[in-house]
């Protein structure tokens, strides 16, 4: 497979997105924009994946912005968004984008939340450490950092 990474605008990647996720960055992306870039992850034309990376509290992470600060604060950048769909997944491109993004900002470390428990294990593969759990409501996140 020869992928292209490289940013994206927000017309190219958000209609990739489930309309879930879209209603949690749609409406807010020009509150975002300035602080924000999307990359993406190609085969030719083909959008395989995405994902934005913030340099401010994102909009998912709006129920705890001083954890978030606290990480913006120490250098880290925050993914967001990273999606793979469906008609791509099990290729490894999720692995990819976290790879490309890592060699073309190789002093950079990230932080991430996720809302899914078993998605822990893929960003422990690909060289996140799970931090802590947060309370979102009734919810729960859970927290990991990346470090180069």
Known sequence: MDLT???ISAKTFFPLLPEIWQ???VP???QYKQNAKIYGLFE???LMAGGIVFSTCSPDM???PAEAQT???QGYLYIGFLWVPEVYRGKRLGSAWLKLLMQDFPEQKYWLTVEEEELIQFY???HFNL???LKNGEDRDWLLVYEP
């Open 71 to 73: 990480w913006l604060d």
């Open 124 to 126: 422990q593969k690909n």
């Open 44 to 46: 030719g034309a083909a």
């Open 62 to 64: 709006r129920y705890n």
């Open 28 to 30: 807010y992306w020009d």
């Open 131 to 133: 931090i802590k759990s």
């Open 5 to 7: 990474f490289k940013e």
């Open 23 to 25: 209603e949690n960055i």
